[in-house]
Nanobody
């Protein structure tokens, strides 16, 4: 069974930092590829970051140099460290997993989703 449980998020001022966590079931973490997505009000869900099966990471242009995706293999957890947050980063953030679409940042390629966590950045 694939379970993704998110934590973190909250409200910060522009320039601040937050870290999101996504704890996966052991099977999912070991056999599925994972990524981070976000959806702002009135906008489509977009890919933020993804990790390929070999550990290669990719980022949306809008977050490059500010966000970092990482994994803790001992805790079966995926993280998203977000620095220098800006108001345009305000969105609901989701982690997702899929056994086949490794490295993809296209939301339609992921079948399993966390519950979402809100990030609000004020100017």
């Amino acid at each position: 069974q694939v379970q993704l449980v998110q934590s973190g998020g909250g409200s910060v001022q522009a320039g601040g930092s937050l870290r999101l966590s996504c704890a996966a079931s052991r099977y999912a973490y070991r056999h599925y590829c994972m990524g981070w997505f976000r959806q702002a009000p009135g906008k489509e869900r977009e890919g933020v970051a993804a990790i390929d099966s070999d550990g290669t990471t990719s980022y949306a242009d809008s977050v490059k140099g500010r966000f970092t995706v990482s994994q803790d293999n001992a805790e079966n957890t995926l993280y998203l460290q977000m620095n220098n947050l800006q108001p345009e980063d305000t969105a609901m953030y989701y982690c997702a997993a899929d056994p086949y679409r490794c490295g993809s940042r296209a939301p339609e390629n992921y079948n399993y989703w966390g519950q979402g966590t809100q990030v609000a950045v004020s100017s």
